[in-house]
């Protein structure tokens, strides 16, 4: 890979990188060790409550699910094509913002929550670590890249998807991907407008996008993948019909013998 493509995705190559380093360090060390490395880095109420709020930020470098080789690729494809539409700094930042945002919106529902007694105080000490935050912020920072007349079907899909599955599992996880996609989306008002979409690109986005739908659905219900479709085809049933007017139009000229307009 030429050096400058790998100067390019510096961000996305060198968090893949940490994370890596960082399963196979905790692999090494055994189950014990992680156990206590996972408690540590969770950036649960009771961790927040006694000032460990490097929590924010090494949380995300930290990931408890499954084998890594599956889900890191979508992972890296997600953010290599933010990185390479809006440069490093933005992709940082609004991965940033998403994680530590919605982990802070979470938190303080959470506090309100066991302190009315709507949940057992031993959800303050729940496991929540990793990188999902900060990737559902960079999804929903796509919104920006998506052409204008698509743009309303993508936002309906993720959002009802997102709203579907807090409603269908009420797990604080869930309702923390929907904050992080919608202060991503947020975000992407403050970016430029639609991107020059090539084949690599268009690569990128349906592995990215899997990988996101994977992450909101993870054990929810089939349902709302129902419900969601049927919002986005909803959102996008105008521009669908407009392009296939547009396709049957072109299609009709071509087909049509030419009429001279010349006068005899």
């Keep these: 890979m030429p050096v400058k493509w790998v100067w390019s995705l510096r961000v996305t190559i060198g968090y893949a ?10 692999a ?5 060790v992680h156990d206590r490395v996972i408690r540590h880095a969770s950036t649960n109420l009771h961790n927040l409550a006694h000032g460990r709020v490097g929590t924010l930020l090494g ?3 930290v990931v408890d699910v499954g084998a890594m080789a599956l889900w890191l690729p979508g992972l890296v494809c997600l953010l290599a094509l933010a990185e390479l539409l809006w440069r490093s700094r933005k992709l940082l930042a609004t991965f940033l913002i998403a994680h530590i945002g919605a982990t802070l919106v979470i938190a303080a529902a959470l506090a309100v929550a066991v302190q009315q007694g709507w949940m057992p105080r031993s959800i303050t000490r729940a496991t929540d670590v990793g990188m999902s935050y900060g990737a559902m912020g960079v999804l929903g920072m796509l919104t920006a890249a998506i052409p204008p007349r698509w743009r309303p079907a993508w936002l309906c899909w993720w959002i009802t998807l997102g709203a579907a599955v807090v409603a269908a599992s009420r797990d604080f996880t869930d309702a923390g991907h929907l904050v992080a996609l919608l202060l991503g989306m947020l975000v992407s008002t403050r970016l430029g407008g639609p991107a020059r979409w090539t084949r690599p690109r ?3 986005l349906a592995v990215g996008s899997l ?7 993870a054990y929810a219900p089939a349902v709302a993948t129902a ?3 049927a919002a986005a085809l909803a959102a996008g049933a105008r521009p669908a019909v407009a392009m296939i007017a547009g396709w049957l139009s072109r299609l009709n000229d071509k087909a049509s013998p030419r009429i001279s307009r010349k006068k005899p």
């Design 211 to 217: 990988f996101g739908y994977l992450v909101v659905v």
């Design 17 to 26: 990188a940490a994370l890596v380093t960082v399963a196979a360090i905790l």
């Design 227 to 229: 419900i969601a479709a």
């Design 59 to 61: 949380s995300a470098f």
């Design 202 to 204: 268009l690569g990128l």
């Design 28 to 32: 090494a060390l055994g189950p014990t």
